[in-house]
């Protein structure tokens, strides 16, 4: 069975500080990929980043960075600089790569305090 | 690209009628997936279609509850009837390969 947990329901950063926001995740397939989604206020779902089991370096777009630790089965979000325009819900996700189908954490709320 | 279209953007209907969730992928995609989300439950898959056909629909949480694909570039998602448990944000989403899915705004049902 795949499971995703994100432990942090809501976060607090000051802005222009760095924040990293949680996600391990259980899976036993052994090829599968780890992507990060935010939802502001008004609902839609953005793609941030992704992170492909097997791939070497941690993956970077722009301020966002994945902070991947296969061992530890976790893949933890980590914006730089955050900014007012920051503030909304993460989403861990995780998929295997045998299918096509999405696995998603309860998400963390995250506030960026000016 | 005008990305993954849904309609309508809110609904409101009263319990026991019926409601119709429309969703236009991104050109060229060939998986399309439906979506539900709520407070309690998060981000529930219901169905997903691989080149028209559903793959999975496991997630469909009752027989109120079909999908359908009549072609590549439109799929609807049918309540009938509508209850009050159903009040959700119904996601739209259309992929091809990697990374990522690519999700339409999101149709805010409402069953009063």
């Known amino acids: 069975a795949q499971k995703i947990t994100q432990t942090q329901p809501g976060m607090f950063v000051q802005e222009k500080e760095a924040v990293t926001l949680d996600c391990t995740y259980d899976t036993s397939d052994p090829s599968y990929g780890l992507f990060w989604y935010k939802q502001p206020s008004s609902g839609e779902m953005i793609f941030l980043i992704y992170?492909?089991?097997?791939?070497?370096q941690n993956a970077t777009e722009g301020r966002y960075s994945l902070n991947f630790q296969k061992a530890r089965k976790s893949a933890n979000l980590v914006i730089s600089a955050s900014q007012l325009g920051d503030s909304a819900m993460y989403f861990c996700a995780m998929s295997p790569h045998t299918g096509n189908q999405f696995y998603f954490g309860t998400g963390t709320s995250l506030t960026v305090i000016p | 690209d005008a990305g993954v279209i849904q309609s309508p953007r809110h609904e409101v209907t009263e319990m026991g009628q019926e409601v119709t969730l429309r969703c236009k992928p991104i050109s060229g995609h060939d998986y399309l997936f439906w979506y539900r989300q709520t407070m309690m439950r998060g981000l529930e898959l219901l169905i997903y279609f691989n080149n028209n056909v559903p793959i999975d629909d496991s997630g469909m949480p009752e027989d109120r509850f079909s999908a359908k694909m009549p072609n590549a570039s439109f799929s609807t998602l049918k309540i009938q009837p509508s209850e009050p448990r159903d009040s959700a944000v119904y996601f739209c989403a259309s992929s091809f390969g990697r990374p990522g899915y690519t999700f339409g705004s999101g149709t805010r049902l409402t069953v009063v």
């Open positions: 992170q492909g089991s097997y791939d070497q």
